[in-house]
Each structure stands twice: as structure tokens, then as C-alpha cells.
């Protein structure tokens, strides 16, 4: 593809983060985006997700997100022209105590207060929801039928495709190196390949965010956490058809509708490791949580595991806004959940970068928060 040096807004990260911001820009009238990936589209943290999607959270902001993401996740396929692989088994959540109980409960009032239909369901009802699950030890259960998942391939393959035709310019192999400043203001991107003039930059490089923002001297307070996945052999439909999590219990699992289990945990220690390595002890670890859960999944082969990175924040909400640069924006920190809010994320964030009004204020979530001791505590994370 033939180089310019010249764009109204560079946006850097080519995850769906970075895909969706650009799409959303041309369809709201930017005419000339460039996105700059320094590998391959998909090829960090939103093409090694769990691709999860629900709006069963703990904090109000998080819901909102996470039901109107849902309401564009529903018509995506449509307004995109390729299918994105949507499908909404439901999640059902699993408690292990009263005190997650009474949280899990206390998130469920606020969910329902903003009209997001989750409820509190019986051993028996989880069991005809999830036709495998054992799950004797559990006290409780919580159920919102709307949750699923969807491709992270095709969906930010179709936002891309689509985001073409309104004008947007995609680099792939092209990595920044440095970010323009001047009196303050930031009037392009430094690359391996060359310069790009532009007076607006957004940083969507997701947990390697921190490393683009240090370039002009801003700490947004992110760092990379490494998650490990795995995904088993197809086996007969209906063992696990919604995604079944735990906060306490650390972990998800689902059934794709091919038939193979994908399922993970978060490390212990939640450790700043940046290392994409696969070990045993975590086949073994989620190898025995499988079993337990789903007796039926005793004997099946694991075909693959990988790991990913979570773009974290202290308080696992996500950054979304302007820094002290003028013009330079970030949209990152999702903290293991970029996939399931990046069409209202990016939605939002052009809204607001073309002078609309966005349909979410999202001005809470501003990086500076953290300096100020202000964080917005999120307890459904895995």
C-alpha cells in the first residue's frame, strides 16, 4: 500500500480497539484516518481473547458499557456487512460464599436498575442452563441470557473491511517509534517506515499502551499481564452452551458452538510479565477446575493453549480520553475485557473527538484518576 505522510488522526493499534475507533471516526465524517499496527491486524491480545461479552458487572460505567455494547453487538453483523460469529448462550455466574453472594446480589440490583434483566437462579435452573454442570460446592448462581461471545477474528476483520470503504488507511509491520509534540500539542507519529503528520493521535496499543504514552513523558499507570488459555478437542453439544464463570472460583468456560471447550483463569500473583510462554501447571491447574465443574469433560484432550495479555489498570476500568498533550488520546486499560467493549469504546471516543455528544459520558474514566486517588473499584474480573 502506497505511504502518506499526511493524515487527519493516526490511530495506533491495529486490536479491535484500534479498528473499531478508526470505523467509528470515517462513519462519523474524520475523512482521513490512518491505523498503524506493528504487526498484524489481530495479532496481539484481541486474536488471543476469550471473546466473551456480557453486562453483568459490579460498577455502574461498566454496565452501561456493557449493555450498550450488547445493543451493537446484536446488529453488528448487519451494519457491517460480515457476520461476527455473535452468539448469546447466556453467562452464569457462580458464587462460593455468602459474602460473594451478597456481592454478586448488590451487582445484580444495579444491573437491573439499568434495565439489564439478570437474576438469581437455583442449582436446578443453572443445571438445565448448563446441562454438565456439577457445581455442588456453590451457593449460589446468577443468570443473564442476553451474555455470549463472538469471533475476535471476524469481527475485527469485518470492522476493518468495512472501515476501508469509508476511506480508513491500514498499516501493518508499521511499529511507532515516537510521538510529535509541539507548544504542547501533538502534530504526528514517528514509524520505522517514516513520519506521519497529524494533529490528532490515539493510542490504542493496548498493554503496550504505557510504553506509547511514555514517549511524551505521560504515565497512565497501565501495565501487561499475562493470562493463559486453553481449548479442548470438539465433544457433543450441550456439555457447557453459556460461558460459566467465577470471581472467586477463578475462572471461565465455554463451549464454542463447534463443539470444544475454551477455558482460563488469571495467574497467581497477578504478575507484570509480558512473556506470551505457555506452562504445564496452568493445563493442570484448569485441567482439574474442568473436571470439577463438568464431569463429563473427564477424559477429553486438550488440543492447544496459548496466552494473552490483559492491559491493566489499578481499579480494572479502562482509560478512555485526552492526556496533557493536547490532541493525544488514549483508549486502553480494559483490563481483560478491550473485546467486549471496543464498539461502544470506540464508538464513544469518535463521538466525542468529532465534537458529538457521546452516548455515554465516559469522563470518569480518565487516566488521571489514579493521581488523584479516585479509583472505580470493579470486582467482576477474572
Known sequence: MEWKNTADVVVIGGGILGV?????????????VTLIEKGTICGGSTGRCGAGIRAQWGTEMNCRLGVAALDTFEQLSDELGMDVGLNQGGYLLVAYSDKEMETLGAGMKLQNSLGIQSRNISLAEARQICPGLAADDAVGFFFHARDGHADPFLTTFAYLEKAKTLGVTPYRFTE??????????????????????????????GAYAQDIAKMVGVNIHTWGERHEIM???????????????????????????????????????????????????????????????????????????????????????????????????HSTGYSGHGFMLAPVAGKILAQHIMGKKPDIDFSMLDYRRFDRGEHIRESNVV
Not at 193 to 199: F, K, T, V
Open 20 to 32: 473499531s475507533t478508526a470505523y467509528y471516526l470515517a462513519k462519523n465524517g474524520m475523512k482521513n
Open 176 to 205: 511507532c517509534t515516537g510521538i510529535s509534540v509541539k507548544d504542547g500539542t501533538v502534530t504526528g507519529v514517528e514509524t520505522n517506515r517514516g513520519h506521519i503528520d497529524a494533529p490528532i493521535v490515539i493510542n490504542c496499543a
Open 231 to 329: 481449548i479442548t478437542e470438539p465433544v457433543a453439544p450441550g456439555v457447557c452452551p453459556c460461558m460459566l464463570m467465577s470471581f472467586s472460583g477463578n475462572y471461565y468456560i465455554q463451549q464454542r458452538p463447534h463443539g470444544s471447550i475454551i477455558c482460563g483463569m488469571s495467574p497467581e500473583g497477578h504478575p507484570a510479565d509480558y512473556q506470551l510462554k505457555d506452562t504445564w501447571q496452568f493445563v493442570e491447574a484448569m485441567s482439574k477446575i474442568l473436571v470439577h465443574l463438568l464431569p463429563r469433560t473427564k477424559g477429553i484432550r486438550v488440543v492447544r493453549q496459548w496466552s494473552g495479555l490483559y492491559d491493566m489498570t489499578p481499579d480494572a476500568q479502562p482509560i478512555i480520553g485526552e492526556t496533557d498533550i493536547k490532541n493525544f488520546y
